[in-house]
């Protein structure tokens, strides 16, 4: 077929429904918002997700929904290349898995055969599994892990019940990362200092070109300074740092635009990681992306971590360091090594 006689259907023009949660309140809620869609029930959401011979690059134009009871565990350890930010228990949780933003550079393309989109409506079961933490020890869990959840909020309520949820267990700190230009939630749901917003800041090269379908760069500033006008705490995420072949200008001009936006006084913290994903998935990365410039950077492999070339890495992050620390304490500042 040539790719003028190729057609999409719209994303969620079919959501596939676990029989067994099709009663279930959520399940309901959403279907009442997708009355075009075809609901197909099924036994079980692996049936979908887990399909062989799967392209994550053509479904991502058109993804399915897949509506599920996650009957495993939704918490689980922080992976040692992402940041714990100094907390020692550190957890993610999967509510959500997959996003409907677009990043050319996402582990999950890696990670999920499938760029179905897959809402576990049973969120009450991962309240509980955290709360079996919580008598155990203080928690710091990434709620938007796999997923952008404020982006996927209009369809789960998810960041508000996180919120919610998070407010009444003093123990419980949580942070929502994001590429999202939505304010409005800042108006739904309490102002709480355990409520972390993280917001990934890229320069426009960067998101022009590889993240699509996320907000703009000063989208994103302006809902981070909301954020913080609301009470919440926000970090600023420069993670992943991407390389361009001028990537010192852009990100010179980045952080000009950065301190031009934002009272940087008030950021809680920033983290400061170099693109980096394990090996493994940077295969299928490069499968399914053939013409990349991104993926298919020769990379060096450093114990099944894909990454930059060190002295390259070194260069990006004292680079980075060094425009961030006249406006930021050193101690806001994490570096992602491991
Ligand atoms: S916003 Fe995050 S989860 Fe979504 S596609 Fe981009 S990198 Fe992946």
């Given at each position: 077929m040539s790719s003028?006689?190729?057609?999409?259907?719209?994303?969620?023009?079919?959501?596939?429904?676990?029989?067994?949660?099709?009663?279930?309140?959520?399940?309901?809620?959403?279907?009442?918002?997708?009355?075009?869609?075809?609901v197909i029930k099924i036994d079980h959401y692996k049936d979908v997700f887990n399909r062989p011979r799967q392209s994550f690059r053509l479904q991502k134009d058109s993804p399915s929904l897949i509506l599920a009871?996650?009957?495993?565990?939704?918490?689980?350890?922080?992976?040692?290349?992402?940041?714990?930010?100094?907390?020692?228990?550190?957890?993610?949780?999967?509510?959500?898995r997959n996003c409907i933003?677009?990043?050319?550079?996402?582990?999950?393309?890696?990670?999920?055969?499938?760029?179905?989109?897959?809402?576990?409506?049973?969120l009450e079961d991962a309240f509980s599994e955290v709360e079996?933490?919580?008598?155990?020890?203080?928690?710091?869990?990434?709620?938007?892990?796999?997923?952008?959840?404020?982006?996927?909020?209009?369809?789960?309520?998810?960041?508000?019940?996180w919120a919610e949820f998070t407010k009444g267990h003093p123990d419980l700190t949580i942070e929502i990362r994001t590429k999202s230009f939505r304010k409005d939630i800042f108006q739904k749901i309490p102002s709480c200092d355990r409520v972390i917003f993280a917001y990934t800041i890229s320069p426009k090269e960067v998101i022009g070109r590889f993240e699509k379908r996320t907000a703009t760069l000063a989208e994103r500033l302006s809902a981070a300074s909301c954020?913080?006008?609301?009470?919440?705490?926000?970090?600023?995420?420069?993670?992943p740092v991407i390389y361009l072949p001028d990537w010192k200008k852009a990100y010179t001009e980045?952080?000009?635009?950065?301190?031009?936006?934002?009272?940087?006084?008030?950021?809680?913290?920033?983290?400061?990681?170099?693109?980096?994903?394990?090996?493994?998935?940077m295969k299928k990365l490069r499968k399914d992306l053939p013409g990349s410039s991104l993926c298919q950077f020769p990379f060096e492999n450093h114990n099944g971590v894909m990454e930059y070339p060190d002295n390259l890495r070194n260069d990006m992050e004292c680079t980075l360091v060094t425009l961030l620390q006249s406006s930021i304490s050193q101690e806001k500042i994490f570096l992602a090594t491991f």
């Open positions: 003028a006689t190729v057609s999409y259907n719209f994303p969620f023009s079919h959501i596939y429904v676990e029989k067994k949660v099709l009663g279930h309140p959520r399940t309901k809620a959403i279907l009442s918002r997708f009355s075009k869609s075809r009871g996650n009957t495993g565990a939704s918490v689980f350890h922080g992976s040692p290349v992402c940041q714990d930010f100094g907390y020692e228990n550190f957890y993610y949780t999967s509510s959500c933003f677009d990043c050319e550079y996402c582990f999950l393309r890696g990670m999920y055969g499938s760029a179905d989109v897959v809402v576990f409506v049973n079996d933490l919580l008598s155990k020890h203080p928690v710091y869990l990434c709620v938007s892990f796999d997923t952008d959840l404020i982006a996927l909020e209009n369809l789960t309520g998810y960041v508000s019940a954020a913080m006008e609301k009470g919440f705490p926000v970090r600023l995420c420069f993670d980045l952080i000009e635009e950065v301190k031009g936006s934002i009272d940087l006084s008030r950021i809680k913290d920033v983290s400061i990681g170099t693109f980096r994903i394990s090996s493994e998935y």
